[in-house]
């Protein structure tokens, strides 16, 4: 596949992808943040509607992490080629943030750890889950700005319009 070709069928639809999911993330998260800060108390009394926005929020937050870790960063390695099918994940999230399309490869773990980690209901520890989408909540913010800086990346190495 030539570069345009892949920018074109690859990096295109896969940015697409993220940014659908961030609008949506960013809905949910202007639904619920009447919630937060949540406590263990907030999260034991929740109603069904509650809980449905909470769940939109945990879902979008995942599958806009999961898009960009599994399309978006891969399609700007191969289409840079700087793909390495030897390397390990964090070898590669290294490599991202040398090139500056991500800010930091740890923080881009962090975040991934949170994200399993939120995914995870504890049914007899309403604390612990108040905690976790806590977390998730106040870090919309990182995980936006990780994918501007790709895109921005992108835009500029790759010419996407």
């Keep these: 596949m030539i570069p345009r070709e892949l920018v074109e069928l690859k990096l295109k639809p896969a940015l697409q992808e993220c940014e659908r999911h961030l609008a949506r993330l960013h809905y949910a998260a202007s639904k619920g943040k009447t919630l937060f800060p949540m ?50 994940f964090l070898d590669k999230l290294n490599r991202l ?10 923080a881009w773990v962090a975040l991934r750890d949170l994200r399993n980690n939120a995914m995870h209901e504890y049914p007899d520890e309403p604390e612990i889950n108040a905690a976790n989408l ?5 870090s919309i913010p990182e995980l936006e700005k990780n994918l501007i800086q790709a895109r921005d990346y992108a835009i500029e190495h790759f010419a996407i319009a």
Aim: hydrophobic share 45%; no cysteine; proline share 3%.
């Design 39 to 88: 406590t263990g108390a907030r999260y034991s009394d929740l109603s069904d509607a509650d809980i449905a926005t909470l769940d939109q929020l945990l879902i979008r937050f995942g599958k806009l992490q999961d898009a960009f870790g599994q399309r978006l960063l891969p399609a700007i390695l191969i289409a840079g080629q700087e793909w390495q099918v030897t390397e390990t």
């Design 97 to 106: 943030e040398e090139l500056g399309v991500i800010p930091s490869a740890i």
């Design 134 to 138: 806590n977390k998730i909540f106040s």
